[in-house]
């Protein structure tokens, strides 16, 4: 059964880069899914934020498109998420997920989340 783990720091200081790692354990992250980056601002609802397809192809939200960067370690089987220039707006729980579509949707699986702050 396929297992999503975030890591990260859970401070971050603004204008810096938010980096967080999703290591799938339980399946390989080569296979037929996309695999995502979701946020949840507190008091706000779930936030697609782009993805990355089995073959490595990377898709974003537009809202977020011009600081937001997914990438994958097959060897380690392992997909990041680097989000620049953060400010106090990008303080949510993040989560990684596998799904059958881009944006996660029915029968997706969720890692538990990691919070994380932006604040000096």
């Known amino acids: 059964q396929v297992q999503l783990q975030e890591s990260g720091p859970g401070l971050v200081k603004p204008s810096q880069t938010l980096s967080l790692t999703c290591t799938v354990s339980g399946g390989s992250i080569t296979t037929n899914y996309y695999w995502s980056w979701i946020r949840q601002p507190p008091g706000k609802g779930l936030e697609w934020m782009g993805a990355?397809?089995?073959?490595?192809?990377?898709y974003y939200s537009p809202s977020l498109k011009s600081r937001t960067s997914i990438s994958r370690d097959t060897s380690k089987n392992q997909f990041t998420l680097q989000l620049s220039s953060v400010t106090p707006e990008d303080t949510a729980v993040y989560y990684c997920?596998?799904?059958?579509?881009?944006?996660?949707?029915?029968?997706?699986?969720r890692g538990q989340g990691t919070q994380v702050t932006v604040s000096s």
């Open positions: 990355i397809g089995y073959a490595g192809s990377t």
């Open positions: 997920a596998r799904g059958r579509t881009r944006v996660p949707g029915t029968g997706a699986v």
